[in-house]
């Protein structure tokens, strides 16, 4: 997406960093019109233009406010407006009515990120400082962050519309075009003693940005690990399917109870964006709506689905340890997330799909780890407050910008969200 940058080699390095991610955000929106940026169609979901002005507020609050004496904010109101969640700061704008904030436009907004990012620019060229790096990297962190959700928010905004907008307009290869999947086959892993997380910190290497992890990735600790198997591959749509077919979103036999009682309540009954016209199914991308494609791993279902789904197949979801192991230990299937992964080990077969199709839901839930300390100061409430009734999700998605992602990446959602990029690896105990 920033193929169009050009490095200009004698600036700093991390000013070309800033540069250049933040002109990502600035390329997602780049075919949107205002109302497209406007959109919000339910609360979990942020119009674009809100995504673009909170992450400017974020280097003006934690940056720009706290370390350029001479800055002078763009808007105070600015301060409400865009704040998500940060008690610390001050009062928040509800997040559920986001959509209504016609004002600023869109061009006030774009207006604002350029005020910023030329503060930022300027600043750099007098504080290099360690801590500058750090708050810094986070940003950008952050701001790729928001990236991957304006993506997920796009579809599902644009997914409400009956006449199914097109994001992108270059359609995806035909079914026809596509290899046939190879049935799953199960990896076994022997029982062993292991370092979970890292202890890299905020720290930055430029010549690898994906150099970099969030408190709640910290600090480095050992797991047990049983004995267990794990898929060498996602779920299908195809094998979804087949899991609709048999009546299992009407036998509550595989459901947890708290799954049983949403798919009940929502009239759930496949996962979302999926349309059954005629007796066809379709799938709503980016593209439009699209004949579904039973080789693509199956995405957008929520914890409840994908754990019954499990059922359904006699096996389970792996634990977040689990698959953290296994990605430690494998070789990954697609050449541009080689880089992502450790060397693998010998005689070990081939894990695809770790980080380039959907995020994986494990069976664990959303806790600290040994020794977890929020990061210091207000930013502290970046994630450890969130460590409640969530559970984490490994890997990466399609969405996911590529020097984001890496073993330890710990993400998080509730058990009952699918709007998000998220897919289903299977597990079985190892006897």
Known sequence: MNSHIKKNYNEHELAYYFKSVRSQSMAIVKELSAEDCQLQAMP????????????????????????????????PKFKVLFNSYYNGIGE?????????????NLDDV??????????????????????????????????????????????????VNPLFPTYESEKPLKL??????????FVDFEQAIINIGTDMGTNINFKSETEF??????????VLIHPFSFANRLVTNAEYLAFINSGAYNNPQYWLSDGWANIQTNNLSHPLYWHCINDEWFEFTHYGLQPLNLNAPVCHVSYFEASAYANFANARLPTEFEWEYAAQNSNVESAVHNQLMPTPHKGLSEIAQLADSCWQWTNSAYLPYPGFRPIEGVAGEYNGKFMTNQMILRGGCVFTPQNHLRNTYRNFYYPHQAWMCSGIRLAKDKI
């Open 213 to 222: 992890a969030y408190d709640n990735e910290q600090p480095k600790h050992q």
């Open 92 to 104: 928040q704008f509800t997040r559920s009515n986001r959509g209504s904030l016609s004002r600023p």
């Open 176 to 185: 026809t075009d596509k290899p046939c999947v190879k049935p799953i086959n």
């Open 110 to 159: 774009i207006a604002y990120r350029e005020y910023a990012d030329n503060a930022v620019i300027e600043l750099l060229q007098s504080d290099t400082s360690e801590t500058l790096k750090q708050i810094i990297t986070l940003g950008l962190n952050h701001e790729q962050q928001h990236q991957e959700l304006m993506l997920m928010d796009i579809k599902y905004n644009f997914s």
């Open 44 to 75: 979990d979901a942020s119009p674009s233009k809100w995504h673009l002005a909170h992450t400017t507020w974020f280097f003006e609050t934690f940056l720009l406010t706290a370390h350029c004496t001479q800055y002078t904010l763009f808007n």
